[in-house]
Nanobody, 114 residues
Framework: QVQLVESGGGLVQPGGSLRLSCTAS????????MGWYRQAPGKQRELVAT???????NYADSVKGRFTISRDNSENTVYLQMNSLKPEDTAVYYC????????WGQGTQVTVSS
């Protein structure tokens, strides 16, 4: 069982930045493919970005060039740097870890509004 704890969400103005963090309780964090997903009110959960164990990153078209996913295996943490935020980025952001099984965090709210 892996527990994931997200942090870093909040209220930001359009054009602003936030960095989300997700820390995992996994004994061997480096074997997990990590990802960020989001769910806006009334919409399905969608992929934001994933990062494999060898550093391959994949992004949703809507966030390419604005968001960056990274990981620090020594800290059991994955990050999502979000720049040039737009109101349509408003959602609950969830951390995800995959290795044989899929694990989810509890989510952190990101609100982009003036």
């Amino acid at each position: 069982q892996v527990q994931l704890v997200e942090s870093g969400g909040g209220l930001v103005q359009p054009g602003g930045s936030l960095r989300l963090s997700c820390t995992a309780s996994a004994t061997i964090f480096s074997i997990y493919t990590m990802g960020w997903y989001r769910q806006a009110p009334g919409k399905q959960r969608e992929l934001v970005a994933t990062l494999t164990t060898v550093g391959y990153a994949n992004y949703a078209d809507s966030v390419k060039g604005r968001f960056t996913i990274s990981r620090d295996n020594s800290e059991n943490t994955v990050y999502l740097q979000m720049n040039s935020l737009k109101p349509e980025d408003t959602a609950v952001y969830y951390c995800n870890a995959v290795y044989k099984y899929t694990y989810w965090g509890q989510g952190t709210q990101v609100t982009v509004s003036s």
